[in-house]
Structures are given as C-alpha cells and as structure tokens.
C-alpha cells in the first residue's frame, strides 16, 4: 500500500521553511527521500532506518517515528534549488529493497 | 564515472513490437534497479539484481516484462509485446554495498507506444 504524504503541493519563497510528511500504515524498516526536478531522474536525499540510523547528505535533516510508521523531512531557509518533487519510499524488511513509494509532495521555491 | 547511462532515451513504437531497454550501471556498484512512473501510478520498482542474480521481481506487471543482467555492466528490461499502456518513463539505478543505501538513477526512458 502506498505512504501518504503531506501536503501534495506547497509553495515557498526563499528563505522559508518546509515539512513534508509521508505516513504508512504498515509497520517500516526504511524510508527513503528523493528529489525530483521536472524531466530528470530523481536524486537521493536520505535514508532513515528503524533503530535510528540516517543516512544523507548534511543539509537535509528528517525524523522517522517508528511508532506512528511516520517520517518528515525538514528544508529549512529553503533555496530555489530546492524546488521540486519529493518523494518518499517505504520498505519493510531489512532483507529487502520492496520499497512502495508515494505520490510526491510539489516544492516550488520562488524569489 | 559516468553515471549509470540507460538508451535509447527515447523510444516510440507500435503496438505489438518488441522493445528492449539498456542500462549501464556505475562500475563497482553490485545492485541494480529497474523503475517504471507513470502520472497515475507513480514511482514503481520493477525488479532488482544483487551481483547480476535477480532478487525480487515480485514489482514486474506481467510476463510481458523480463529482465536480464548477463555481466556486471549491462541489463536490458524488455517488453514483448508492448502495449500502449506500458507508455512510462523507465529509470535503472544503482547501488554499492547494500540494499539501504543511497541509489543513483539513469536519466531514464521515455518509452510511448502507439
């Protein structure tokens, strides 16, 4: 079954911040958040494992509740690079890469 | 290195016909990953390798699709024969190490069949 994430879309000036939420309703080993500009691949952001370890690039910050199958990424002083779709993909095993992704959250960062 | 490098990058094709997909992924990295999004669907895994050998293809739509990995710097995804509501973009990844890690994508394919 699909996450859910929050909001679908979202529009930010620069400088400002954002969260995007993405909620399961199975129980989660991973969460997986990638970008996604217009026509191009998507590119890693993070990976929050259950039992606490992150693995990222250090400008992206994000929390994974293990007890409510939730994850939020945080863009804080938000940049016009950062505009895009995010994602966030789910799995459920440490043994398997069966991620399910969600629909995506629209970041549109303007002057 | 190049990154993974996936063609044609565009494919338009009838109905019917047989179409095969390339990928390359970055050298060094064991996994391999097909994708497949579509507007309704999202961002779909397909099937994924672990040192060539096929892991989990449980995500493979019908037995239309198959996918190979004959050496450890080509896989092909093929569709026979296609229909025109397997129209997607189909991205490969790669990883190295393992499965939780951060995976890098091909600029895709943008397939349209008509």
């Known amino acids: 079954q699909q996450p859910v994430q929050s909001p679908q879309a979202v529009i930010l000036r620069e400088g400002e911040d954002a969260v995007i939420n993405c909620s399961s309703s199975?129980?989660?080993?991973?969460v997986h958040w990638y970008r996604q500009k217009h026509g191009e691949a998507p590119v890693f952001l993070m990976i929050?494992?259950?039992?606490?370890e992150q693995k990222g690039h250090e400008k992206i910050s994000a929390s994974f509740n293990e007890k409510k199958q939730q994850s939020s990424l945080y863009l804080t002083a938000s940049q016009l690079s950062y505009s895009g779709t995010y994602f966030c993909?789910?799995?459920?095993?440490?043994?398997?890469?069966?991620?399910?992704f969600g629909k995506g959250t629209k970041l549109s960062v303007i002057p | 290195d190049a990154g993974v490098i996936q063609s044609p990058r565009h494919e338009v094709t009838e109905m019917g016909q047989e179409v095969t997909l390339r990928c390359k992924p970055i050298?060094?990295?064991?996994?391999l990953f097909w994708y497949r999004q579509t507007m309704m669907r999202g961002l779909e895994l397909l099937i994924y390798?672990?040192?060539?050998?096929?892991?989990?293809d449980s995500g493979m739509p019908e037995d239309r699709f198959s996918a190979k990995m004959p050496n450890a710097s080509f896989s092909t995804l093929k569709i026979q024969p296609s229909e025109p509501r397997d129209s997607a973009v189909y991205f490969c990844?790669?990883?190295?190490?393992?499965?939780?890690?951060?995976?890098?994508f091909g600029q895709g394919t943008r397939l349209t069949v008509v």
């Open positions: 990844a790669s990883s190295l190490g393992q499965i939780h890690t951060e995976a890098f």
């Open positions: 199975k129980a989660l080993y991973s």
């Open positions: 929050l494992l259950k039992g606490g």
């Open positions: 993909g789910t799995g459920v095993g440490a043994g398997s890469y069966q991620l399910t």
């Open positions: 050298s060094g990295h064991d996994y």
């Open positions: 390798f672990n040192n060539n050998v096929p892991i989990d």
